[in-house]
Structures are given as C-alpha cells and as structure tokens.
C-alpha cells in the first residue's frame, strides 16, 4: 500500500532563508507521481509542484524545487528565499498511476516564516 | 482560467440531516476528485468521477456518495448527518486519470 511520510510537524524559517520540508514514501507501483500542496489558513490547497517517477530531471516551479532521490523513496520540498506569505501548512502526496489512482496525503508540516 | 470553484463555501447542519455539495472543475478537466479533511484523519480520499462514472472510491460509508454530470461538474451527498462528518471537504479536478489535481477552496461542513 502506498504511504506518504512527513516527520516534520512544524519548522521555523528565517525570512529570505531557504528550508527543506522532508517527504519519503512508499510504493511498489514504478509510476507513480509526488505532489507537493501549500495550504493556508483560509483553507484551498493550492498546488504547488510535481514530480513523476520517470522524470530525471528535479522539478522547480520558481521558488520551489522538489529534491527527488528515487532510490532513496524521498521527494523534499525545497523553497528559497521564504517569504512571510510561506508560513501555511504543506503537505507531502502521491498518486499511483497504475494502482489506487487517489491522492495519498502526508501528515503535513507547519511552516512559519519569521521576520 | 478559472480553478476550481466549489459551493458553498460554509455549511452548518444538524444530525440527520442531509447534504449536497458542488464543484465545478477547470474548464476541459475530465476527472473529478473528493477528499475529506478533519484533525484527527488528516486528508483521506473519498472518490474520483472521470466521464460521468466513478472509477474509485475510499473507504466510508454509504451514506457518502457522488454524481459527475456530463458538463464534468460534480456533485456529493452526505445523507444522514453525524457529528463525526464535520469536515473540510475538498474537491480536486485534472485533464485525466494520470494528471496534476487542482483543488477548490473547500466546504467547511459543520455538523451539530
């Protein structure tokens, strides 16, 4: 069964600091997709990048980048340059394109930018 | 292009009660998705619509259940209201089965 893992509650950036939030997950299906959702306090979950099992390039979506270690089952979100509008929760998921299909979600981690 | 818009925004019911909610995916996604959102459960998945039929469904029970129309959009309902159904319930759309979902803003259910 795929499962989606984030050890990271709440993490604490400096403002215009880089952070990482940590993802790993678990498959037996070889395609698959990560996504990484920002969701603020207002509640939408907006999507924030993606990373197929078959792309070898990482993926950057301006300020994100998604560090992709396929051996190592790990998908961390890299944002630089936080900004005081980062601070919402973020939540790690993945979709097996040959399984379930659904979305599976990680716990999620609460980003709080400081000034 | 619009995103996904989801209605209505807020919901206060009492148990028994039931409830149908709406979501209208991006203009050409095919694919339509439930989630359900609460502290204790985190995000699970309730079921997907592509092409008017449900191709999966999470594992709740009957009384949550959904509809795709041949516009694409969607509808759930919650039939027999229980405190426990107080959630944000999320839908999501994309271009196909194998695609990026983009989410609505939700519908905060309260059930009381």
């Known amino acids: 069964a795929q499962k989606i893992t984030q050890t990271q509650p709440g993490m604490f950036v400096q403002e215009k600091e880089a952070v990482t939030l940590d993802c790993t997950y678990d498959t037996s299906d070889q395609s698959y997709g990560l996504f990484w959702y920002k969701q603020p306090s207002s509640g939408e979950m907006i999507f924030l990048i993606y990373q197929g099992s078959y792309d070898e390039q990482n993926a950057t979506e301006g300020r994100y980048s998604l560090n992709f270690q396929k051996a190592r089952k790990s998908a961390n979100l890299v944002i630089s340059a936080s900004q005081l509008g980062d601070s919402a929760m973020y939540f790690c998921?993945?979709?097996?394109?040959?399984?379930?299909?659904?979305?599976?979600f990680g716990t999620g981690t609460r980003l709080t930018v400081i000034p | 292009k619009a995103g996904v818009t989801q209605t209505p925004r807020y919901l206060i019911k009492t148990r028994g009660q039931q409830v149908t909610l709406s979501c209208s995916p991006i203009s050409g996604h095919r694919s339509v998705s439930w989630y359900q959102q609460t502290p204790g459960q985190g995000l699970q998945f309730l079921f997907e619509y592509f092409s008017e039929t449900q191709r999966n469904k999470g594992n709740f029970p009957g009384r949550f259940s959904g509809r795709q129309f041949s516009n694409s959009r969607s509808e759930m309902n919650v039939s027999t209201l229980e405190l426990g159904d107080s959630a944000l319930y999320l839908c999501a759309s994309s271009l196909g089965t194998a695609e990026k979902l983009f989410f609505g803003s939700g519908t905060q259910l309260s059930v009381l």
């Open positions: 998921a993945m979709r097996e394109f040959t399984g379930a299909n659904n979305l599976v």
